[in-house]
């Protein structure tokens, strides 16, 4: 008792003098973070989101975001944070802020949306997530429970035992925001809008379409309804802030979805093949002009940053990245490999991989309960002194030898990439089309090469709607597959 007491003085001490004052409600909060140490998450972060998303390329869509973003933040109630504003090169519905005034959107999401009003919403919400320093809350409420492990582990052999795993739990708990949290931003993001001008009214129809769209399987960036748990009733209560709001704001009548839709004529759609593509069990590149075979059956995973496979048990992983030779060759690199993460090589060799430099070994390294841990090491360098292919395979305990011949096979299936169809493939991209004459989407969609609900979903209009003579509607151009 005596030593739950301690504990729970030392922490009330702790939280009593790290308040600070809301910027959006004026009201002093748990707050672990100063301002310099918000902004330097956010700018270590970012390179890392970059890294693992990769940025849409194309100057005048992030010039777009960026100026709408920009617009709202100079009239949000952080105005002299120095915020920034990127799209992710990622199909899935989905935008987030990081501390510090990072924001992201997916040029999934902005395909989706209709008009200028929509993305001001979107955009606005996250920097309401910013101005309110909820990403500060919860990391702030995050190292109070870490803090409160910590200092039982202290007190108790049982809690010191298992206070790693229950860190990490903790640390997942407060990985989404709020019922709360999002409450707020939606109120900050109709605010934002109306003070920049925007109808907030149209901008909150793009709730709509986030309510429609049902959580797809594989991604690897979450959709905007797992990391946004929504409020009861967010469409209707929205409408209803900027209902009320808006006669504030005479001013506020900015739809522009004409010039929105100019803006995403030609914006890649769904996945892009150019950045490599799965056909019959075999991945293929056009970009790096290679291809490999994972292993059979097992799920994978593919991101600008990595090449991933799991077995379906998940027993055993395998990854792919490039890396950085420095000029030296790859049994050189896998020394420094070992070097860097302690280990020992065992069964290692040289060998040629479809006429490729390449090494192969097992690297034993320490695990955390002092165990030796195998793990398979597979390196490739296609060109002398080039970058080096780079696999890692490892198992749960005890299986790892069940799986090495599969994480060779997938090493040595490495090679040039020849066929002609894969290296010309080209994704599908968004197309606006004028309504000449008056018809419904399902007829204007026919021989779209993706399904009539997902053009209406692209529109937020039902598969049968009518469309009048004039309506600007947006469709996919079909690549070259």
Known sequence: MRKTLIRSAILAGLVACSCAINPVTGKRELALLSESQEISMGREADPQIVAEYGLYDDPKIQAYVNEVGQKMAR????????????????????AFALPGGYVYITRGILAHMNNEAELAMVVGHEIGHVTARHGVSQQSRAQVANLGLGLGSVFSETLAKY???AQQATGLLFLKYGRDDERQSDELGVAYSLKAGYDATAGCKFFEVLDRQSAESGQSLPNWMSTHPAPADRVATTRQLAATQRPQFPGATTVAEDRHKRMLEGMVFGDDPRQGFFHNGVFKHPALRFQLA????????NTPN?????????RAMLQMTLA???GVTPAQHAARVAQGAQGTLAQAGAERVHGADAYLATLVVQAEDGSQMPVFLGLVQRQPGGAIYQFVGQAVPGAYDGF???FTTAVRSLDTLTDSNALNVVPNRVAVQSITAATTLSRAAAGAPVPVNAIALLNNLASDAALARGFQLKLVRAGRK
């Open 75 to 94: 009239l949000s109630h952080r105005a002299d944070l120095e915020f920034t504003f990127r799209v992710l090169d990622s199909p899935i519905l989905n």
């Open 324 to 326: 950085s030779s420095q």
């Open 163 to 165: 206070g790693q795993a």
């Open 404 to 406: 090495v011949d599969e």
């Open 294 to 301: 994972m292993p059979r059956g097992w799920k994978t995973a």
């Open 306 to 314: 990595a090449l991933q496979a799991l077995e379906p048990q998940e």
